[in-house]
């Protein structure tokens, strides 16, 4: 058995979350990788999941069925709203209602069978969308729920919810993946990606990756339609 400590890892298939994982496998812990079928337009991003974890020897890998497109009100799960190809202002409709809430919940509740105490999530606030729930003062939040909200936690024991990019440009992002070989040929991350994982060029996740590439002076692998 191993000595080091475990960690559930949020993990998308895009570059964000290759990285935290690349990075949380720096720090030491024993990887538990946690992918979610929420109902997104396309299942690429799954499969890139799949490659990711099996490349960086997650302990385990799971895919859970959570179907918010039930719900719709966001360009990702409702294919009647439209993904938007120029920037907007406010929060855009790519938004998922309290999606990282629930995402985060569920991984907590991974974490306290596992016996883990440490999460791990790709948010960022500096190069991103403008989504409410990838802020600071989200992920402090929640960090008290769960040391309010679970057994462990009323026993004492504390969890951390670690966020290594929050404060990362996307450039920033992408050199660190670099330093700990993430191979982003691997990942997507287009709002819009075809069956076989190219992407649009268009979508505000497209621009905002191929602006941190060029910026960090690096070649861009992403494979567009």
């Known amino acids: ?65 959570l179907d918010l497109g039930k719900f719709g009100g966001s360009a990702l799960t409702d294919a009647s709203i439209p993904v938007p190809t120029e920037p907007t202002s406010g929060i855009p409709v790519t938004y998922v209602p309290a999606r990282n809430t629930v995402f985060l919940s569920l991984a907590l509740g991974w974490a306290e069978v596992l016996g883990a105490h440490d999460l791990f999530i790709g948010v960022n606030a500096v190069d991103y969308s403008g989504y409410p729930d990838c802020r600071p003062e989200f992920i402090r939040a929640f960090e008290r729920l769960a040391n309010l909200a679970t057994k462990a936690g009323v026993e004492g024991e504390r969890f951390a919810v670690h966020t290594p990019l929050i404060t990362l440009s996307k450039a920033d992002i992408i050199r660190e993946g670099i330093r700990l070989d993430v191979d982003y040929s691997a990942t997507v991350s287009c709002y819009s990606a075809d069956e076989s994982g190219r992407a649009c060029g268009h979508c505000d996740s497209c621009r905002i990756r191929a602006q941190g590439f060029t910026d960090a002076g690096e070649n861009d692998p992403t494979r567009y339609r």
């Open 1 to 65: 058995m191993s000595g080091s400590p475990k960690a559930v890892v949020l993990l998308s298939g895009g570059l964000d979350s290759a990285t935290t994982l690349a990075l949380a496998r720096e720090q030491g812990f024993d990887c538990y990788a946690l992918s979610f079928a929420y109902g997104q337009r396309h299942k690429t991003e799954l499969r890139a999941s799949e490659r990711i974890a099996r490349a960086m020897g997650t302990i385990d890998h799971k895919t859970i069925d």
